[in-house]
């Protein structure tokens, strides 16, 4: 399966798709799958607008409404997370995913769901300490502090993120902290000189995200916010069984919006064009590998010992945003076993479905969900994990298809869209009238609702009667 990966959107998808059949057309191939890396701006009307954190000379319509209205129709099943310049009304009506557009959807706050069994996470917002182990409080109307507080990411998000096993791709908008120590930082620097004294207090990137990278361990984690291509690759030093949750102490620092809060767009644009760089290879070279083997072959004893398990990497690969001349895109191919039934040159039937694993997790975590300022505490991890074990079992007995043919279907798993089906849950542009400066009332999505329905789990994202206008 081919799979396109887009750093920040900025609302540009006419363009963001356009380049993509381009891409197509030049490389003589067919992507079948489209990761966006957050800053995705699905700003449905001029109300939308009004919610979303950025300077006042940046809020535009942008080409998200006419996906939204049915004008156009994604050519390519396409799957985001949030940034930190977003109508976070909406994504916050889609608290737990949803389709944000037919073919568009998002993977929540936090989520993890499958993709022809290719399991993708991801985390929405980025890293402020403040508001870290905080509630999910914010309510319209927004203010100027809960427009910024609502995409900062959340321990509670964290933590439910730490439960998973290993997914193979993982999405964040954020960097995860002291990345740039597993790459070429010198040449970091020399395309973002900015960057330097916030590298030498570590103070670049999420430290929470880095636990995640830590723990998960995925074979590809992307990210984007910073506005400039860096890869880099991490190796895993081998563990006992099991994975424990990452450190979610954070410091007192802003590690997050260095030269990336409401006026990142004047500090990123007077930067030059990015030169160019290496692109990132499916199976880099892992140097330690060499070491182990070499410290194989001098066992002597017979019988021979076991052969040593490798250690694991992850490919991180940070994207630029679409701009001309930038490199926000980035193609892999990741097999899977629907590829021997595709005909080349035909885009293969990408299938979406729920993730078993993330469902227990949700049902397990959702009576610490806290949609006040006050968080609740946690449980310990092997509490935890215990309960998702027990919820699995709840997930195996109860999610399945409703279709009539889905006997062969494996239990746990069902596809998104037999469960949520797109609504166009707010009006398209041009109805605002008089109203069309002021922040919308709240929508109860009804795939928040179909979502909790199936996991049997009360819908904490049902504000209908605090609906203001």
């Known amino acids: 399966m081919k799979i396109a990966v887009e750093g920040c959107s900025h609302g540009a998808l006419d363009a963001i798709y356009r380049y993509l059949r381009d891409l197509e057309s030049r490389h003589n191939y067919i992507v079948d799958l489209l990761l966006m890396c957050g800053d995705f701006q699905a700003i449905r009307n001029y109300r939308d607008m009004q919610c979303m954190a950025v300077p006042q000379k940046y809020r535009q319509l942008g080409d998200f409404h006419k996906y939204y209205t049915g004008e156009k129709t994604a050519p390519v099943l396409t799957i985001v997370i949030g940034g930190n310049h977003e109508a976070s009304n909406y994504m916050s009506e889609l608290y737990h995913g949803g389709w944000l557009a037919p073919n568009i959807y998002f993977l929540g706050h936090a989520g993890c769901v499958q993709v022809n069994g290719i399991r993708i996470a991801g985390a929405s917002g980025i890293f402020k300490s403040n508001d870290f182990s905080q509630g999910f409080y914010e309510r319209l109307p927004y203010d100027h502090g809960s427009m910024r ?11 439910r993120l730490s439960l998973l096993s290993s997914p193979d791709i993982f999405l964040s908008h954020d960097w995860p902290q002291h990345i740039e120590r597993h790459g070429d930082t010198q040449g970091l620097l020399r395309r973002k000189p900015f960057f330097r004294q ?6 670049l990137g999420s430290p929470p995200l880095m636990g995640l990278l830590q723990t998960l361990k995925p074979k590809w984690w992307f990210s984007a916010h910073l506005h400039v291509r860096f890869q880099a690759t991490v190796q895993h030093e081998q563990t006992g069984t099991g994975s424990s949750s990452p450190s979610t102490t954070s410091p007192p620092q802003n590690p997050d919006e260095i030269a990336i809060a409401d006026d990142d767009f004047d500090a990123i644009e007077s930067q030059s064009p990015l030169n160019e760089v290496p692109h990132l290879q499916t199976a880099p070279h892992n ?6 083997q070499e410290e194989e072959e001098e066992v002597i004893q017979s019988p021979p010992v076991a052969h040593r398990p490798q250690p694991s990497v992850t490919n991180f690969l940070a994207l630029d945003k679409c701009l001309p001349k930038r490199e926000f895109m980035e193609v892999i191919n990741v097999p899977t076993t629907s590829d021997e039934s595709t005909m080349p040159g035909q885009r293969c039937m990408p299938e979406l479905t729920f993730d078993p694993e993330w469902l227990a997790i949700s049902r397990a975590f959702h009576p610490f969900l806290s949609m006040r300022r006050r968080q609740a505490d946690y449980p310990d991890e092997a509490t935890a994990r215990a309960k998702v ?4 079992e709840w997930v195996k007995s109860n999610v399945h298809n409703n279709e009539v043919n889905s006997s062969d279907t494996p239990l746990g798993i069902r596809s998104i869209s037999d469960c949520q089906t797109f609504v166009q849950s707010a009006p398209g542009p041009g109805s605002e009238g008089a109203q069309k400066n002021q922040q919308p009332p709240w929508y109860t999505n009804p795939q928040t609702s179909a979502f909790c329905d199936m996991l049997d789990i009360p819908n904490m994202f049902d504000f209908s009667s605090d609906n203001r206008a």
Not at 287 to 292: C, K, M
Not at 389 to 392: G, L
């Open 287 to 292: 140097p330690d590998e060499i070491t182990l």
């Open 149 to 159: 507080s609502i995409y900062h990411i959340r321990e509670f998000n964290v933590r």
């Open 198 to 203: 916030d590298i030498q207090t570590g103070n």
């Open 389 to 392: 074990a027990e919820e699995m």
